[in-house]
Nanobody
Framework: QEHLVESGGGLVQAGDSLRLSCKSS????????LAWFRQAPGKERESVAA???????YYADFVKGRFTISRDNTENTLYLRMSSLKPEDTAVYFC?????????????????????WGQGIQVTVAS
């Protein structure tokens, strides 16, 4: 079982920035497609951003220009840099990993593409 641990969440004000981290303690993430999802109270989990092993990225429309997904393979860590945060960004954020390859980057936005998940971390944006 993959072991992914998120960190960096918390309470911030609207307009602030925050960086989430997701560290794998057991696998080399260079071999994995990686993604961030989020789930707000009463809502379904939704894709935020994804990155293939080759570095191709996907962003949900509601975060384009504000969030950046990146990885440091030497540190076995995935990041999500979030800026210009809005109250509607409040959610539990999850990182996910997959060994499967998809030719269409949009397939990496699908929850079913991922076999390994972190436990989630809360991000709260106050207005």
């Amino acid at each position: 079982q993959e072991h992914l641990v998120e960190s960096g969440g918390g309470l911030v004000q609207a307009g602030d920035s925050l960086r989430l981290s997701c560290k794998s303690s057991r696998r080399e993430i260079r071999n994995y497609g990686l993604a961030w999802f989020r789930q707000a109270p009463g809502k379904e989990r939704e894709s935020v951003a994804a990155q293939t092993t080759g570095g191709t990225t996907y962003y949900a429309d509601f975060v384009k220009g504000r969030f950046t997904i990146s990885r440091d393979n030497t540190e076995n860590t995935l990041y999500l840099r979030m800026s210009s945060l809005k109250p509607e960004d409040t959610a539990v954020y999850f990182c996910a990993a997959t060994l499967r390859y998809y030719s269409d980057i949009h397939d990496y936005a699908w929850m079913g593409a991922y076999d390994y998940w972190g436990q989630g971390i809360q991000v709260t944006v106050a207005s």
